[in-house]
């Protein structure tokens, strides 16, 4: 919606009371079924307890881990190795 701020500005008379905008709002939030907003249905799932287990491999033979971005990547994306150390073709870029 476009705004047109060199416009003249409402004055008071223009403006609603308190009173009226007080009497349109609800006093009472809705109680549906479909309500999003309802903190009391949620709950944490039971996930959070459980341990994860990760293998972690080292490095291969055919893998570099770039000195620009820290990412393992193949010897195919290798761009440059400077005396830095390997950077991959899209930090190189």
Same mark, same amino acid.
Do not use: H, W
């Given at each position: ?15 609603? *009371?308190?009173?009226? %905008? #007080?009497?349109? %709002?609800? *006093? #009472? &939030? ?10 009391? +249905?949620? +709950? %944490? ?5 459980? $341990?994860? $287990?990760?293998?972690?491999?080292p ?9 620009k971005?820290?990412?393992v ?8 190795? &400077? ?5 991959? %073709? $899209?930090?190189? +870029?």
């Amino acid at each position: 919606m476009a705004t047109d701020y060199d416009a003249t500005r409402k004055t008071d008379d223009d403006t609603e *009371s308190l009173d009226a %905008i #007080k009497d349109r %709002i609800p *006093s #009472k &939030p809705s109680t549906g079924e479909d309500d999003v907003d309802n903190v009391d +249905s949620f +709950s %944490i799932p039971d996930v959070v307890n459980e $341990e994860l $287990e990760v293998v972690v491999l080292p490095i291969q033979e055919n893998e570099f881990t770039c000195v620009k971005c820290f990412l393992v990547k193949p010897r195919a994306q290798l761009a440059a190795k &400077p005396r830095s150390g390997p950077v991959c %073709i $899209e930090c190189a +870029s």
